[in-house]
């Protein structure tokens, strides 16, 4: 009930790819949906944050898409940079507890 | 706005000393921090969350008195592993809720976490 499904693990896309990574949800109680991108030997940044009253949020590249209906959002990065390899993370808040619920991160490559 | 930082970013010990990790929100306030254990390629896991000036909330498995937290002030909150062994060395990365200082209350604020690794 409280888990964050994300996939895929890994991703490798070249330059100017569009990467997409998944997760679903089952708690209709979470009312917050971030994501954050970690590079290594690093703490997690936001990237952008998404709540479910709305079905699609874009700043920059990067793209939340929110399904509620099937519990799923995803995070597209347009134009793909090598710079973006990193690890992101999604995440949803429990409301009543303002805790983060974090999916197991897909590893992201992006090739010259 | 919303820079979290910690303090120290790495640090090395011996089996059966404590250590003391600082995370302070900089040019905010937060009432509410929280502190996150990640091991090499896995997810961040929760392990507390510390209220200024209340004692912090556990998650389930992880020892009170092993992981001492204290939120003195609306700045600064401490994370003390105490006894430490091997097993215990991973990345300690702290975060601060936002709600103040431009900051948003829905918002986690991450610090750049801290590097524990036990003789």
């Known amino acids: 009930q409280q888990q964050v499904k994300q996939s895929p693990q890994s991703l490798i896309v070249q330059k100017g790819g569009i990467p997409i990574i998944n997760c679903a949800y089952e708690?209709?109680?979470?009312?917050?949906f971030p994501w954050y991108q970690q590079f290594p030997g690093k703490g997690p940044a936001l990237l952008i944050a998404?709540?479910?009253?709305?079905s699609e949020k874009k700043e920059g590249r990067f793209t939340i898409s929110f399904n509620k209906s099937a519990k799923q959002f995803s995070l597209h990065i347009m134009d793909s940079q090598p710079g973006d390899s990193a690890t992101y993370f999604c995440a949803a808040r429990s409301g009543g507890y303002n805790k983060l619920i974090f999916g197991a991160g897909t590893r992201l490559a992006v090739h010259p | 706005g919303a820079v979290v930082s910690q303090h120290p970013s790495r640090v090395i010990c011996k089996s059966g000393t404590s250590v003391k990790i600082e995370c302070r929100s900089l040019d905010f306030q937060a009432t509410t921090m929280f502190w996150y254990r990640q091991f090499p390629k896995q997810s961040l896991m929760l392990m507390a969350t510390s209220n200024e000036g209340s004692k912090a909330t556990y998650e389930q498995g992880v020892e009170k008195d092993k992981f001492l937290i204290n939120h003195a002030s609306l700045t600064l909150s401490t994370l003390t592993v105490t006894s430490a062994h091997p097993e215990d060395s991973s990345f300690y990365i702290c975060?601060?809720?936002?709600?103040?200082?431009?900051?948003?209350?829905?918002?986690?604020?991450f610090g750049p976490g801290t590097r524990l690794t036990v003789l």
């Open positions: 975060s601060a809720r936002g709600g103040q200082g431009g900051t948003s209350t829905d918002t986690q604020y």
């Open positions: 998404i709540r479910p009253d709305v």
């Open positions: 708690n209709t109680a979470f009312d917050y």
